[in-house]
């Protein structure tokens, strides 16, 4: 009898707490869009050395002297790497991109010399018989006197210490060449800052007139972080060396040449569909002859050329487009390939080729690398190439980029002369288009081709936008090849990562045309960000994921294989209504003029103001024929209008571009200093899109209201009215209205349903962004039966927080068990959480 009268209790007590907590529905019987099971894929770029120093195993840092190399038909002055003299292929101007170049400081990067009991001089020169024509710098050692019992040092750290671990085994590989040295030479491998000698291997005397090579395994002792090679020399006499190699044998799958183990299971750990390789930037690099040239990292590593690439350092190439397709078949992933549109990145120098001889090369270089993956060993050269480096049979390509981040009528052209040649003849393979999902010019482009939108932003913007595409076109499907929330988290803390979950929770339910997304970057060696937040971080020899990692591992494991109906996607809390403040013109990157401002307060009453009544906080202002321009190529550019301040008016103008990448920035509620209201962002984002975006401390750092593609033409006065109330700001051009923002509504809760048809479970995902409990009742209809018992997959902690090598797991998702699930049920979803519930449900 007490037993019946607990179970009652309870049961009255369930259905209280359904009652008073408002209800999701979900109907599994109303099916929505396919999950893509390539929703979830990794995009791999050298930089934050992820390649060298990082997945590549290669302990030694400039192992070929080459790391002073300038880049590609670049040229040195006056302590700068200088491009070529050539228009921008995006707005024409003659950019002549540079950059400090310290010669002297790169020449010896990761080496050091010392001559104990001895005179020596180490120099970094062009050899007089280089190794390979490919490497021609050497280092040359001047060893004038040892003493007995003497010796030279050359000694490398590799980055930033190398990773030794006791009882691995290491393959050396190095170049000695001298007329009159007559000593031995020996191989150390130890601990930097204890000096422990781990292993050594000594050579004895021999002719090396020419180039010789030296090989040995060496076996460590000893495990440290802090390890670094030396190469040791008892003689005097002139000795130069080239190509220093020391490989660990334990590479991933044993691969020669291979990858770091530990970094290619934390790639696995994401479950990735297909990876995307070389970049991103490097792709399209400083200068068009900096691009990255993929033929160039094939072959012994070493007689690969390497470059300097966009992100500050060079590229050995050590994992080249062989590596990267072998990486792909080791895991049962597909390949993606990125190459070069024959334009070079428009913010650095923007050089690029349009002949037809030019352009007809582009196309043979795709051609080359398609058939390197998949031709016939029997029929074509490249493919030959791939048998007689061990692989005979085809990789497993499927998709190629054409460029990379590429805008603008300059790449229409050249995708339309790429394309349409290259779908001809490969038509199996997917091609992908750089241009945002929304771009105006996609019109001018036919084909069934995907392309490929970037996003880094802050929370705001990934909260604020998971519902971006619910309306976007489904002319062409969409690959999301880059995004991360990577302002205002630190190095990526845990509020980063929950509001790319709910950014995640919105691409899969538009999955019909979302077809595959990859974090951006991917690595980053903690002595080398490049970028500020990187999804894995790792040293000489730990590694961990940050929070950003488990949202997209739980995302990769819990895909469902449709969706499902839910009642409830979101929930807005409350408004902030846009401030009263003054108003602004300026631009970004960008020369504009300005003339006839007026302004219409609500009561009715308009005043004109001149050009002089502006403070002009950023840029360069000055009057011109009664209109006030901008004429520099600074970001961000500011001239506010201290007399006025208000929340309802409508401001009126007239605005022409000069010149520059984009167009218009007009701003509204902007306190005294310029530094937070918001903006209207026209022609933005490389003069393609409008859009309403916050400012915060001089910084744009978010998007509100619905973004629409515009263009901006030069030397054209465009009639501006922006009409703006504590509610709504709408934008007019030219007597028609473009696009309008309600004030924003913080949006931090989320969910999205489906079912996994292999395993049968409904699979509910929640997104709390709030540092409250979400609590949702849910009433489950479409299923025959639905299991009381589910498994729970949790991520929250304190939004503020990040994972660290001392506390790796900090933030990671725990997995329970919980037998309060059925057809109706109450959850309480943890504060700053994304949480994923499994429950068995027959249909």
């Not at 010392?114 to 050692?141: D, S």
């Not at 970057?521 to 730990?542: K, Y």
Request: proline residues 4%; aromatic residues 12%; hydrophobic residues 35%.
């Amino acid at each position: 009898m007490k037993k019946k009268l607990v179970s009652s209790f309870l049961a009255f007590y369930a259905m209280n707490v359904l009652a008073q907590t408002p209800a999701i529905t979900v109907d599994l019987s109303q099916k929505g869009a396919d999950v893509s099971p390539n929703l979830f894929g990794i995009f791999f770029e050298e930089i934050s050395h992820a390649g060298d120093g990082g997945l590549y195993a290669e302990l030694v840092e400039n192992r070929g002297f080459e790391e002073h190399v300038l880049p590609s038909s670049m040229t040195y002055v006056d302590g700068r790497a200088v491009a070529v003299d050539s228009p921008n292929y995006e707005h024409r101007v003659n950019r002549r991109w540079s950059i400090d170049w310290n010669m002297e400081r790169k020449k010896y990067q990761g080496w050091k010399m010392q001559a104990k009991g001895a005179v020596a001089k180490a120099t970094v020169v062009e050899a007089e018989l280089p190794l390979h024509e490919n490497t021609p710098n050497a280092m040359r050692l001047d060893i004038t006197s040892v003493e007995k019992g003497g010796k030279v040092v050359l000694t490398n750290t590799g980055y930033w210490g190398m990773g030794l671990k006791s009882g691995a085994k290491y393959d050396l590989r190095f170049y000695v060449r001298s007329d009159n040295y007559k000593g031995g030479i020996t191989a150390r491998i130890s601990d930097s800052k204890t000096g422990s000698t781990y292993g050594y291997v000594e050579f004895k005397k021999r002719k090396i007139k020419e180039w010789t090579e030296y090989t040995a395994v060496l076996n460590s002792t000893g495990t440290t972080g802090n390890g670094q090679l030396s190469l040791e020399f008892e003689a005097k006499g002139t000795v130069w060396v080239d190509y220093v190699s020391l490989f660990p044998q334990d590479t991933f799958k044993g691969r020669k040449n291979g990858l770091r183990p530990d970094l290619a299971e934390m790639l696995i750990g994401l479950h990735p569909k297909f990876m995307r390789w070389p970049g991103g930037c490097i792709v399209e690099g400083v200068t068009y002859e900096n691009r990255v040239k993929w033929k160039e990292t094939l072959g012994d590593p070493m007689t690969r050329r390497g470059e300097w690439d966009a992100w500050g350092y060079r590229s050995t190439w050590g994992m080249g487009y062989h590596e990267f397709l072998q990486f792909c078949e080791d895991i049962g992933m597909d390949a993606m390939f990125v190459n070069n549109a024959g334009m070079s990145c428009s913010v650095r120098n923007g050089d690029f080729v349009s002949s037809k001889e030019d352009m007809d090369a582009v196309i043979q270089d795709f051609r080359d690398a398609i058939d390197y993956a998949l031709g016939d060993p029997a029929t074509n050269e490249w493919a030959k190439k791939r048998a007689e480096a061990g692989h005979p049979e085809p990789f497993p390509l499927k998709y190629v980029e054409i460029g990379n981040e590429n805008v603008g009528p300059e790449y229409v052209k050249h995708f339309n002369y790429i394309y349409p040649v290259l779908k001809k003849e490969y038509p199996n393979i997917i091609f992908i288009n750089t241009l945002g999902h929304t771009d105006p010019l996609l019109a001018q482009i036919p084909g069934d081709y995907m392309v490929d939108p970037h996003w880094y932003r802050d929370p705001n913007f990934f909260f604020n936008n998971n519902h971006l595409f619910d309306e976007a076109p489904r002319t062409h499907d969409i690959y999301v090849g880059e995004y991360a929330c990577n302002t205002g988290v630190g190095a990526g803390n845990l509020l980063a990562a929950i509001s790319e979950a709910a950014f995640i929770l919105g691409m899969e339910r538009n999955s019909d045309v979302v077809k595959m997304t990859s974090y951006a970057p991917l690595f980053e060696n903690e002595n080398r960000r490049d970028w500020p937040t990187n999804l894995i971080h790792f040293n000489s020899n730990q590694t961990f994921g940050r929070a950003s990692y488990y949202v997209q591992q739980m995302s990769a494991e819990n895909q469902a294989t449709y969706n499902v109906f839910v009642s409830e996607t979101s929930t807005s809390l409350e408004v902030t209504p846009f401030p009263a403040g003054t108003i602004g013109l300026g631009s970004y990157s960008t020369q504009c003029q300005y003339k006839n401002v007026k302004i219409t307060t609500a009561d009715g009453k308009t005043v004109a103001y001149e050009p002089d009544q502006f403070q002009k906080l950023r840029g360069e202002w000055k009057v011109e024929g009664g209109a006030l321009a901008q004429t520099s190529n600074e970001n961000l550019t500011m001239a506010t209008l201290p007399a006025f301040k208000g929340d309802s008016y409508t401001l009126e103008m007239q605005a022409m571009k000069t010149g520059g990448m984009e167009g218009f920035f007009i701003y509204y509620g902007m306190d005294e200093r310029g530094r937070n209201g918001y903006s209207v962002n026209i022609g933005g984002w490389a003069n393609q899109t409008t859009g309403f975006q916050p400012m915060q401390r001089g910084r744009t750092v978010d998007v509100i209201g619905r973004q629409v593609p515009q263009r901006i033409e030069n030397n054209k006065w465009y009639d501006v009215k922006v009409v703006v109330t504590p509610e709504q700001v709408t934008l007019y051009m030219d007597g028609k209205e473009i696009t309008r923002a309600k004030a924003p509504a913080q949006t931090r809760q989320f969910c999205q349903t489906g079912y996994d048809v292999e395993k049968g479970e409904l699979v509910i995902k929640v997104v709390n962004g709030t540092e409250q409990t979400y609590t949702r009742s849910f009433d489950i209809k479409g299923a025959k039966t639905v299991a009381q018992q589910g498994t729970v997959i949790a991520l929250s902690g304190n939004p503020l927080e990040e994972n660290s090598f001392e506390e790796p797991k900090k933030l990671a998702p725990k997995t329970t068990q919980s037998n309060g699930f059925g057809k109706q049920f109450s959850y309480e979803f943890a504060p700053m959480s994304y949480t994923i519930i499994r429950i068995k449900a027959t249909l």
